[in-house]
């Protein structure tokens, strides 16, 4: 019964910001560590940033690093993607994943 749902994703010009939210249920946020992944057009899967259970360690790709900032919101059991200037470059499928669960991904475009 574990689901994830992402979502936030959108159509968005060089430079813009989103905010992408993973809604959890069947299980608690703060209990799991929890990861960002992406896949870009014709690309293979991409690792993105990972939070501990505790909220208090994060990392991030180099890629993101300084762009993107990961955070959990336990009372809302919900995962966040605070993606700012954003790039060509990040157009891709954003995933969200606990243990071996996924979801199945909100689509980001940076386009002019």
């Keep these: 019964q574990v ?4 979502s ?3 159509l968005v ?14 299980f608690f946020v703060s209990e799991y560590a929890m990861t960002w992944f992406r896949q870009a057009p ?5 690792w993105v940033s990972a939070i501990n ?12 690093k300084g762009r993107f ?8 059991n919900t995962l966040y993607l605070q993606t700012m200037s954003l790039k ?4 891709a ?7 071996d669960y996924w979801g199945e991904g909100t689509l980001v475009t940076v386009s002019p």
């Design 3 to 6: 689901q994830l749902v992402e």
């Design 8 to 10: 936030g994703g959108g």
């Design 13 to 26: 010009q060089p430079g813009g910001s989103l905010r992408l939210s993973c809604a959890g249920s069947g």
């Design 42 to 46: 014709r690309k293979g899967l991409e």
């Design 53 to 64: 259970s505790a909220g208090d360690d994060t990392m991030y790709a180099d890629p993101v």
């Design 69 to 76: 900032t990961i955070s959990r919101d336990d009372a809302k």
């Design 88 to 91: 060509p470059e990040d157009t």
């Design 93 to 99: 499928v954003y995933y969200c994943s606990v243990g």
